[in-house]
């Protein structure tokens, strides 16, 4: 979801959550995403006493064998054994995410559920997201019995897939490719891809002045951002007049022209309910609780509410507008 005032909110629709909002935003906001003052220390200054009707705690589990556990998957190079492992696909990540704590969340999952693969696969999966939040390459650590990703429609998983696959502006690119074999998410036979999409090639986009565009894209041809293109069917491009807003300065960001603001907060919610406030500040949810994330407690900004559902769905409230994501569910919504 994003809205014209450049609040971003991303879920994968099972267990990565992460909100973007822009330096208007920096020490107006509350929830367990932080304040955005830029010290973590005062994130989560309340200690709440009462439990909300309808709210429940962790259920307390029993593991009397937790130890034994523990002590051979610290030895194992499997399960939870995989993130700490010395020789690992994880090791370049350790000097820059603890794995310890992720470990004994794994440990936790793994003495609960009785060393569940797919359950086991989250925990790990919470570790990977951390590292890559961080900005570590990892690593190939999937396989085919152990924790395959889920690829999108009209793709399939591949252990050493071609590392320049077919798209809208290359058809035939992997034809002279000379890069090493990757895994990941490949194209069905008869689809390209489009962006991060796979498409059949009469859906592609657009190309406009030598770049490329999907089909409903839109963006800023030009320096300046005076004017603001959309990709529509059959390749065709659209203009219109939109220059930037009072405060916003056009610039390339990740390799987009916009306009942007200024320095913007990002709180990641990962598989392991392990929430990194927009400062920085790290600690794990518990309880099937509603949570507020993030939401204007003072200023005079857009009013805004990012919530995360009993049920585990995200909701997002703006202005007069709710939007509520659902888990097994794909969306995008400008407001």
């Known amino acids: 979801l994003r809205t014209?005032?450049?609040?971003?909110?991303?879920?994968?629709?099972?267990?990565?959550?992460?909100?973007?909002?822009?330096?208007?935003?920096?020490?107006?906001?509350?929830?367990?995403?932080?304040?955005?003052d830029g010290d973590p220390h005062n994130d989560v200054p309340e200690v709440v006493t009462t439990v909300v009707p309808g709210c429940s705690g962790p259920t307390p589990h029993r593991c009397s064998n937790r130890a034994i556990i523990n002590h051979k998957q610290r030895a194992s190079e499997e399960d939870c054994g995989l993130i700490?492992?010395?020789?690992?696909?994880?090791?370049s990540?350790?000097?820059?995410?603890?794995?310890?704590?992720?470990?004994?969340?794994?440990?936790?999952?793994?003495?609960?559920?009785?060393?569940?693969?797919?359950?086991?696969?989250?925990?790990?999966?919470?570790?990977a997201a951390a590292c890559q939040e961080a900005g570590v390459v990892l690593e190939p650590w999937r396989s085919k019995t152990f924790c395959a990703p889920f690829c999108p429609p009209h793709s399939h998983y591949e252990l050493h897939g071609?590392?320049?696959?077919?798209t809208c502006g290359h058809p035939n690119c992997s034809e002279t490719c000379d890069l090493p074999r990757t895994e990941g998410c490949f194209c069905d036979e008869g689809f390209v891809l489009s962006g991060e999409r796979c498409v059949p090639p009469p859906d592609c986009g657009c190309h406009h002045q030598g770049r490329y565009y999907q089909r409903g894209e839109e963006f800023y041809p030009?320096?300046?951002?005076?004017?603001?293109?959309?990709?529509?069917?059959?390749?065709?491009?659209?203009?219109?007049?939109?220059?930037?807003?009072?405060?916003?300065?056009?610039?390339?960001?990740r390799g987009v022209r916009g306009c942007h603001g200024g320095q913007r907060g990002r709180c990641v919610l990962l598989s392991s309910r392990r929430l990194v406030t927009f400062d920085g500040l790290n600690?794990?949810?518990?309880?099937?609780?509603?949570?507020?994330?993030?939401?204007?407690?003072?200023?005079?900004?857009?009013?805004?509410?990012?919530?995360?559902?009993?049920?585990?769905?995200?909701?997002?409230?703006?202005?007069?507008?709710?939007?509520?994501?659902?888990?097994?569910?794909?969306?995008?919504?400008?407001?």
């Not at 014209?4 to 367990?32: E, K, Q």
């Not at 004017?227 to 065709?236: D, I, K, P, V, Y």
């Not at 203009?239 to 807003?245: D, G, K, L």
């Open 162 to 166: 071609t590392a320049c696959p077919a």
């Open 283 to 335: 600690f794990t949810l518990g309880g099937s609780c509603r949570y507020v994330l993030a939401k204007v407690c003072q200023g005079d900004g857009h009013e805004l509410e990012v919530t995360l559902e009993n049920g585990g769905g995200v909701a997002v409230a703006v202005g007069s507008s709710r939007i509520t994501m659902q888990s097994g569910s794909s969306w995008r919504v400008d407001v």
């Open 222 to 253: 030009e320096d300046g951002c005076a004017e603001r293109c959309r990709c529509t069917a059959n390749g065709t491009v659209t203009c219109w007049a939109a220059p930037c807003s009072s405060g916003e300065e056009c610039r390339v960001e």
């Open 4 to 36: 014209d005032f450049n609040l971003t909110v991303s879920f994968d629709g099972r267990s990565h959550l992460a909100v973007t909002v822009p330096s208007a935003y920096a020490g107006a906001l509350c929830g367990l995403c932080g304040n955005f």
């Open 84 to 91: 700490l492992w010395s020789k690992g696909p994880f090791r």
């Open 93 to 127: 990540c350790h000097s820059r995410v603890d794995p310890e704590s992720y470990f004994q969340a794994c440990i936790t999952d793994y003495c609960i559920f009785r060393g569940h693969k797919a359950i086991i696969c989250q925990a790990v999966m919470g570790y």
